[in-house]
């Protein structure tokens, strides 16, 4: 496979780490990484956290520098939007007019901002309304969240929160449009939720429980309308979820289905084309299904898996998905896969700042998380899986590597 020609579509993390591990692999062959960004492919979790902050610069989050690039010989097209891919032919379509041969073909294309589904939410659209995906939308969104702005969140998810807290610690004045009640309680739970919830009450965070109808322009300013009222914003976040980009995999032929429907070595329906990173509706061996991940550990595993396939190498889909998140003084890390309705356990005082979570389906821990304790995700990884009574596990008495 030397000579086979690899193409990258989307220059994202995932993409970058394709590239990275073929060559690290020893791939000699051409590859070619195209991406509609004209930046270097970069890390997106500081987006909503440090830069954000003005803590961190692209420079510190950019995955390899334009030198990398040119000694490791991968041909970069970057800032071209790729309109079509000819699958009979083996060629992507750019929107520049060109045209690129591949042998194989990895899908990299992330997501975009849910605008609010077939019918985009009334004033997404004006001045002053901002969705976060990517560099260019932080660098617009963190011109506008100075000391006293008003800044409207619409959705309370991890993108909403990292930001009202971001936000927040800018001097900003934050107001919260959560669907539900209690923010993530229907993915983590009520404990975690609230606790989460009043997280950012404390540090005064406005957090309104409301379906948010419109956006309007009113008197030189930002009305977010709903039915829990409306206050004057100077600047407004969408936050409600991602959409993945399936629209190139659909004029591909693939097989289709809230993402792009690959088995555990990342292949699509198509024998010569791949799919990873957030949209990649993937066979997980470990869970037993299909499950689409967006987080950064995922992007960088399965751009790995992705070259190991490419060259033939007998690896699958196997991992725990993990994510991690730092609001105001919150850090922390999760590990597995719990549904809604999984019993919570928690392990130490919430009230403190520092406990542990753990998730339980039938007496089996199906994901865990550390909040503000470090240096223990490989002891909770080690439980998933097991069945393991919640007094044992809420123990503190009892090591992590006993249970």
Same mark, same amino acid.
């Given at each position: 496979?030397? @000579?086979?020609?690899?193409?990258?579509?989307?220059?994202?993390?995932?993409?970058?780490?394709?590239?990275?591990?073929?060559?690290?692999?020893?791939?000699?062959?051409?590859?070619?990484?195209?991406?509609?960004?004209?930046?270097? *492919?970069?890390?997106?979790?500081?987006?909503?956290?440090?830069?954000?902050?003005?803590?961190?610069?692209?420079?510190?989050?950019?995955?390899?520098?334009?030198?990398?690039?040119?000694?490791?010989?991968?041909?970069?097209?970057?800032?071209?939007?790729?309109?079509?891919?000819?699958?009979?032919?083996?060629?992507?379509?750019?929107?520049?007019?060109?045209?690129?041969?591949?042998?194989?073909?990895?899908?990299?294309?992330?997501?975009?901002?849910?605008?609010? @589904?077939?019918?985009?939410?009334?004033?997404?659209?004006? *001045?002053?309304?901002?969705?976060?995906?990517?560099?260019?939308?932080?660098?617009?969104?963190?011109?506008?969240?100075?000391?006293?702005?008003?800044?409207?969140?619409?959705?309370?998810?991890?993108?909403?929160?990292?930001?009202?807290?971001?936000?927040?610690?800018?001097?900003?004045?934050?107001?919260?449009?959560?669907?539900?009640?209690?923010?993530?309680?229907?993915?983590?739970?009520?404990?975690?939720?609230?606790?989460?919830?009043?997280?950012?009450?404390?540090?005064? +965070?406005?957090?309104?429980?409301?379906?948010?109808?419109?956006?309007?322009?009113?008197?030189?300013?930002?009305? +977010?309308?709903?039915?829990?009222?409306?206050?004057?914003?100077?600047?407004?976040?969408?936050?409600?979820? $991602?959409?993945?980009?399936?629209?190139?995999?659909?004029? $591909? @032929?693939?097989?289709?289905?809230?993402?792009?429907?690959?088995?555990?070595?990342?292949?699509?329906?198509?024998?010569?084309?791949?799919?990873?990173?957030?949209?990649?509706?993937?066979?997980?061996?470990?869970?037993?299904?299909?499950?689409?991940?967006?987080?950064?550990?995922?992007?960088?595993?399965?751009?790995?898996?992705?070259?190991?396939?490419?060259?033939?190498?007998?690896?699958?889909?196997?991992?725990?998905?993990?994510?991690?998140?730092?609001?105001?003084?919150? @850090?922390?890390?999760?590990?597995?896969?719990?549904? *809604?309705?999984?019993?919570?356990?928690?392990?130490?005082?919430?009230?403190?700042?520092?406990?542990?979570?753990?998730?339980?389906?039938?007496?089996?821990?199906?994901?865990?998380?550390?909040?503000?304790?470090?240096?223990?995700?490989?002891?909770?990884?080690?439980?998933?899986?097991?069945?393991?009574?919640?007094?044992?596990?809420?123990? *503190?008495?009892?090591?992590? $590597?006993?249970?």
């Amino acid at each position: 496979m030397a @000579g086979e020609s690899i193409v990258v579509l989307g220059a994202g993390l995932a993409g970058a780490t394709t590239v990275a591990e073929l060559r690290e692999r020893g791939f000699t062959g051409t590859i070619t990484l195209i991406g509609e960004e004209p930046d270097l *492919p970069y890390e997106r979790p500081p987006l909503s956290k440090g830069y954000l902050q003005g803590g961190e610069e692209p420079a510190g989050f950019t995955v390899h520098d334009a030198k990398w690039y040119q000694e490791h010989e991968v041909m970069l097209r970057l800032g071209v939007a790729a309109i079509s891919i000819e699958s009979a032919r083996r060629q992507v379509l750019l929107a520049d007019g060109s045209a690129v041969d591949y042998g194989q073909l990895v899908l990299a294309t992330g997501s975009r901002a849910n605008l609010g @589904g077939g019918n985009p939410l009334a004033g997404y659209d004006l *001045p002053g309304v901002h969705t976060l995906r990517n560099l260019s939308d932080a660098k617009a969104l963190k011109a506008e969240i100075t000391d006293g702005a008003r800044l409207s969140i619409v959705g309370s998810g991890w993108i909403g929160m990292e930001v009202a807290a971001s936000a927040r610690q800018s001097g900003a004045r934050v107001t919260v449009y959560s669907s539900s009640e209690v923010p993530l309680a229907a993915v983590f739970g009520q404990r975690f939720g609230r606790h989460l919830l009043e997280l950012h009450q404390r540090h005064g +965070v406005d957090v309104r429980t409301a379906k948010v109808q419109g956006i309007e322009q009113v008197d030189g300013h930002l009305q +977010v309308l709903s039915q829990a009222g409306s206050s004057p914003a100077d600047v407004v976040l969408l936050a409600m979820g $991602a959409v993945p980009n399936v629209q190139l995999a659909e004029t $591909a @032929g693939l097989e289709v289905d809230e993402g792009v429907l690959v088995d555990a070595a990342l292949r699509t329906s198509d024998p010569h084309i791949l799919a990873i990173g957030d949209i990649a509706q993937a066979m997980n061996t470990r869970l037993g299904q299909r499950v689409r991940v967006e987080h950064w550990d995922n992007a960088i595993r399965q751009g790995k898996l992705a070259a190991a396939t490419l060259l033939g190498d007998s690896e699958s889909y196997d991992w725990w998905p993990y994510f991690f998140t730092d609001q105001f003084d919150l @850090g922390m890390e999760y590990v597995g896969h719990n549904d *809604p309705g999984d019993e919570t356990v928690i392990r130490g005082d919430m009230d403190s700042g520092e406990f542990l979570i753990f998730w339980r389906n039938s007496q089996v821990v199906t994901a865990a998380a550390n909040v503000n304790i470090w240096d223990v995700n490989d002891e909770l990884r080690a439980v998933l899986g097991r069945e393991v009574s919640a007094e044992r596990l809420a123990d *503190p008495k009892i090591e992590l $590597a006993d249970l």
